[in-house]
């Protein structure tokens, strides 16, 4: 990802916002009561509470295996929970208003990119218009060159850019983030967090970002949750204002403080 | 030097040569005429079986029934393939006894099918239907479980009805599988064609590579032999372009 294309991404950004003058519908809260789930036997979430206001931008870690996905899941309506339920608005987790973005860019190889985008759309928009909303989005990722191309030819990062675009371009008020850098190198996972924040700023939906990396949680997160049998373990918020500064002593601090928090029961070995 | 030819120019010059040669063999009286008469006989041949309209009619008879069987047989191989890819009641009803039916090799049918059907049509569609089955049913059937489950997932997690679902993500998933199966079931289309025609027909290519056999023309039986090749060539050709078309997207089809 060029310098250039990044900076067109964050003009595109500028205009959208200015552009709907009143801004985007703000995001939606999230209420999660009692939340249980098993598999047989295992019970993965074991009546988990949990409240997010509207517009906030949390980060959800913990060990792997401990019920992350399972969460995100619930939040979407992809799954049903053994007990207990999830509210996003006023309604219970319906697919409609909120996007869930997987790990894998999981793009349709026979689709071109912008086709791919439109994904996100429902199929009743005039197609003139679901195409014009697809390039809005690409543009907002700074990928709008690349609209005609097969996803075969893009790297990884422009596939994860892809799948961002997908998840955006219907607008939605929840948007659920499921390890979605954590595939990429490194300085590809920084421009990434950045365009997340960036967009993330200028749509204000409500966020929920899991991910294994403790510092990409409080570089971009508002709050910070860690899950630990089946519960939240520990609420944080990151008061620290953006932009963020990547090395800020106040996120050192805190990123500290959760690795600690995670490994407490058997030390860090080292 | 190799240069300066064109590159689909270079998989000619072996088969041009060996023609060539064996024409010149023929010429010298190497090959007997009566063994193996000279392409320019064979040619002849054609020349010969076309003014009478034999030839196009033979070429046509042949090719309606090789279609009409595969059309009939790809179609049931397609649809059964599709319904017990997406739907497991159809497939723990179906599957086990058209796998044990498919240990039955088809041309093992033939002396079954003449005593059912005699020398008609019916013979021979029923034979090719039979033949191109198993090829298209059992690759779609791979095709749809082999598409990706994670993409399944994503297009349910955008909302997608399962119609819209088996359009965009199943249907395309499938389709290099697909591929696979028809242009087997091509090869064995054929096959099933020559061997049906050869042993009871009235009309056809192979039906006219019997009667020259009988009247020992040999230039006409391998005329047929030639006419067999090209139609399989053919038929694989039209197969790898509506390949090349539909799989656009696929690594494997892309030019750059
Ligand atoms: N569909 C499923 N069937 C059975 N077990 C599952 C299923 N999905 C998740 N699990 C189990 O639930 C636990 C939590 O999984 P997951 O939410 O994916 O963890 P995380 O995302 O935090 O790594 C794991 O032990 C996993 O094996
Ligand atoms: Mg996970």
Known sequence: MSTLALQRAADALDLSARADAPGPPPGLPVTVRGLRKAFGETEVLAGLDLHIPAGQFVAVVGKSGCGKSTLLRLMVGLDTPSAGEVRVGSERAAARASRLMFQEPRLLPWARVVANVEVGLDPAIPAAQRREQA?????????????GEWPSVLSGGQKQRVALARALVSRPRFLALDEPLGA????????????????????????????????????????????????????LPVDVPRPRRRGDPGLAALEGRIIGHLFNDQGLGI | MARHIPQGAIGWLLPVALV????????????????LPAPSGVVAAAVRLARTGELAQNIGVSTLRALSGFVVGGGIGLALGLANGLSSLSERVTDTTLQMIRNVPHLAMIPLVILWFGIDEEAKLFLVALGVFFPIYINTLHGIRGVDPQLVEMGRVYGMSPARLFWRVILPGALPSIFVGLRYALGIMWLT????????????????????????LVDVVVLSIVIYALLGKLADSVARLLERLSLQWHPAFQTR
Request: aromatic residues 4%.
């Open chain 1, 135 to 147: 390039l809005q989005a690409l543009r907002e990722v700074g990928l709008d060159d690349r609209a």
């Open chain 1, 184 to 235: 990429l190198d490194a300085l590809t996972r920084i421009e990434m967090q950045g365009l997340v924040e960036r967009i993330w700023t200028a749509q204000r939906f409500t966020a929920v970002l899991v991910t294994h990396d403790v510092g990409e949680a409080v570089a971009l997160a508002d709050r910070i949750l860690v899950i630990d049998a089946g519960r939240v373990a520990l609420d």
């Open chain 2, 20 to 35: 060539a040669v064996w024409e010149a063999a023929s010429r010298l009286g190497e090959i007997p005429a009566n063994v």
């Open chain 2, 193 to 216: 064609l020559i061997v049906a025609e050869t042993i009871s027909a009235s009309s056809g290519i192979g039906y006219m590579a019997m009667q020259a056999r009988e009247f020992l």
